[in-house]
């Protein structure tokens, strides 16, 4: 069964500096997603990033950056220029891409890590 | 804006008491998945819905129980309620393969 792991529960970095946050994963399939979610206080949940494991460039998205690492099973996102907004639970997350008969699509969560930004 | 649209946004009721929640999904999206949020908590995967049909559980309670309609949307519904019901409820929806899960905003319950 996969497995996705956290290892930081939280994470502080001052306004405007860049951080990094750590997810590895467990899995024995060569095909699959990557996400991370974003949980600010208001406590919706925001895609803020994906990967396709067959793509080898890393996924980018204004200022968030992701490095994934497919031999190491990998997956950090590194946020920069934080801001205030930056703020929240993040989330890392697995899904199969294999084509399941049951449909079941659903994703595999880490434990999530608190990102604090300090002013 | 997801496109996933729960309601209520909030629910206060007394234990022993039964309620519905709601999700409407994203336009196209077939599968729906609905999740518990206990304070300061990850989530916790209850239930998936694929085009009407049970696709997959975890840890749901016997006392709470979902379907899906067939114009898609998907209700849960909440038995006997305990104090440790007291939680977020969340939907989701999503297509098929590369297609993430795409949240509602919740529905914040408080069981007194």
């Known amino acids: 069964a996969q497995t996705v792991t956290q290892s930081q529960p939280e994470m502080s970095v001052q306004e405007a500096e860049t951080v990094t946050l750590s997810c590895t994963y467990d899995?024995?399939?060569?095909?699959?997603?990557l996400f991370w979610y974003k949980q600010p206080p208001s406590r919706q949940m925001i895609l803020v990033i994906r990967q396709e494991a067959y793509k080898q460039q890393n996924a980018t998205e204004n200022r968030f950056s992701v490095n994934f690492q497919k031999a190491a099973k990998s997956f950090s996102l590194k946020i920069s220029d934080s801001q205030l907004g930056d703020a929240a639970m993040y989330f890392c997350a697995y899904r199969s891409a294999r084509r399941r008969e049951d449909s079941n699509y659903q994703l595999i969560w880490g434990a999530g890590t608190k990102l604090i930004i300090k002013p | 804006d997801s496109g996933v649209t729960q309601t209520p946004k909030h629910l206060i009721t007394a234990t022993g008491q039964r309620v519905t929640l709601r999700c409407s999904p994203r336009s196209g999206d077939l599968s729906v998945y609905w999740y518990q949020q206990s304070l300061d908590q990850g989530l916790q995967f209850l239930i998936q819905y694929y085009n009407g049909e049970e696709r997959a559980k975890g840890n749901i309670l016997e006392r709470f129980s979902a379907q899906q309609f067939p114009d898609l949307h998907s209700e849960l519904n909440l038995s006997s309620l305990e104090l440790g019901d007291s939680a977020l409820y969340f939907c989701?929806?999503?297509?098929?393969?590369?297609?993430?899960?795409?949240f509602g905003n919740g529905t914040r319950l408080t069981v007194t």
């Open positions: 989701a929806s999503s297509g098929t393969g590369a297609s993430p899960l795409h």
């Open positions: 899995t024995s399939e060569s095909d699959y997603y």
